[in-house]
């Protein structure tokens, strides 16, 4: 009976998974079927500053690629779920997009000491005590979002589970939605370079690997699935190599390589400790949802990296288009099969269920905010430093909330995990730091040899 219960729901959660697939994938098409269409180019005709902004690309506002740099990919995931992945960017702060659209970088220490001077004057107190807010802010957000997690896909409401996690990917969404709106409102970058549609590519992979996610809780266990997010390196690096031809140094290879023995000697132990058990019939289902969220949060990165670098998105506008589409494309799915009335219905006539969407929406966009802010502020590396404390936390807060038991050899294969995602972040960080210095030379080197180039005497006419 166990089993008959747990591929009937494996079963619902797959064709889900395909209709949500089937109908976000062709709401895109006709996106990039009606932008080619009505998009000559040769005579510039517009259709309305909303219209503009979805099928076209704003090419009067694109700049050279040498006059600035955002950061990469992982810096702009908009995922419900926050990444142990860093950003490519070495350890200077995020660009940061003025009223005119310009990006620049802030000064180290000059939110600090904005934010901390009622503290103390000295500048190393003022940035440590930022850091440790930060830190605490983010620890805490995704605390509160992992529990929050766990308990609504796992619990009974009035004896009924909660099978509806596109309800709650567009509660997060529409949140985060309002919140970007608002800021580029404030920043006057409410024009993206590129057309809104093209954010729809990554919007999709991004909702299918949170529905992935959402739905693995019901199969698997907490602690599997945050000790599976470590592995997305090794997607991020086969989709950039798949879509975009990008290759990487070694180490990232080798790093990816121990992550994926770490954690699939971390799943071999748990799925042994929990043989017999009525886990043990759900492992097929939820790997096969664990991997599919992996591969399409990898290509969520890659996506989200390629818009970045080609029409320099900043990372609200990043938060903006990502967000938009996602929240229209889940309203959409919700609309299509009429669950949309019937669970806001439930919601709101549960004050529990209501209370716990809540509060998971709420600390998923407070996470992202200080995920943003912490990268700005501090860099990729400090970010993946607190991430990794944030996720053995949360693993540990899981085992204690809901009984999860994890062996000692277990704890060994996520220290594995986790300490050769640390020095990825290290390494990472070195190599920024050295090529920055090497250019810092060769711009010492080249105006050297202007200035002792003879110039040449102008000629009057």
């Known amino acids: 009976q166990k089993m008959a219960g747990s591929a009937a729901r494996g079963e619902e959660a797959i064709w889900n998974f395909i209709y949500g697939l089937l109908l976000s994938a062709f709401v895109a098409a006709a996106l990039r079927a009606l932008s080619k269409f009505l998009d000559p180019r040769g005579a510039k005709e517009t259709y309305g500053f909303f219209v503009d902004c979805i099928l076209f690309d704003d090419n009067e506002g694109k ?13 702009f995931k908009t995922s419900s779920s926050s990444s142990s992945s860093s950003p490519q960017s070495g350890d200077r702060p ?64 009035n004896g009924e589970p909660f099978r509806e996690p596109n309800f709650l990917i567009f509660g997060t969404r529409f949140m985060a939605s309002m919140i970007a709106i608002g800021v580029c409102l404030c920043k006057n970058q409410l024009r993206t370079r590129s057309a809104l549609y093209k954010f729809s590519f990554c919007s999709i992979s991004n909702i299918l690997s949170s529905f992935c996610q959402f739905t693995s809780l019901q199969f698997l266990s907490f602690p599997v699935l945050q000790v599976a997010k470590s592995c997305k390196t090794l997607a991020v690096l086969l989709v950039s190599f798949m879509v975009l031809g990008k290759r990487f140094p070694p180490f990232e290879y080798a790093v990816a390589l121990i992550v ?118 501090f860099g990729p590396l400090v970010f ?55 250019a810092h030379v060769v711009d010492v080197e080249k105006l050297r040899e202007a200035e002792s180039t003879p110039r040449r005497p102008q000629s009057s006419v």
């Open 63 to 75: 700049v050279d690629d040498t006059t600035s740099k955002e950061s990469d990919s992982s810096t």
């Open 94 to 157: 995020l660009p940061r997009a003025t009223r005119g659209g310009d990006v620049q970088a802030s000064q180290p220490g000059a939110t600090s000491a904005k934010l901390f001077s009622w503290l103390s004057d000295t500048p190393s107190i003022q940035r440590s005590a930022h850091l440790i807010s930060c830190a605490l802010g983010l620890i805490i957000a995704f605390l509160i979002y992992g529990v929050q997690q766990e308990k609504i896909m796992t619990a009974d409401y």
């Open 260 to 377: 994926m023995i770490g954690a699939g000697a971390f799943f071999y132990i748990y799925a042994e400790t929990t043989k017999g058990g009525e886990g043990a019939l759900n492992w097929p289902v939820g790997l096969t949802f664990l991997v599919l969220f992996i591969l399409l949060d990898g290509f969520t990165n890659v996506w989200q990296g390629f818009l970045s670098k080609k029409y320099k998105t900043t990372q609200w506008q990043m938060m903006l288009g990502v967000n938009f589409w996602s929240m229209t494309l889940t309203l959409l799915i919700q609309g299509a099969d009429n669950t949309l009335g019937s669970t806001t219905a439930r919601v709101l006539s549960t004050p529990t269920l209501l209370v716990d969407c809540s509060m998971l929406c709420l600390s998923a966009v407070t996470g992202q905010l200080f995920i943003f802010h912490t990268i700005a502020e």
């Open 384 to 438: 993946t430093l607190i991430s990794i404390v944030r996720v053995i936390m949360s693993i540990i807060t899981s085992c204690f909330l809901y009984g999860h038991h994890i062996v000692p050899i277990g704890w060994a294969s996520i220290a594995v995990v986790f300490g050769a995602m640390a020095w990825r972040a290290h390494k990472k960080n070195e190599l920024a730091k050295e090529a920055k210095r090497s």
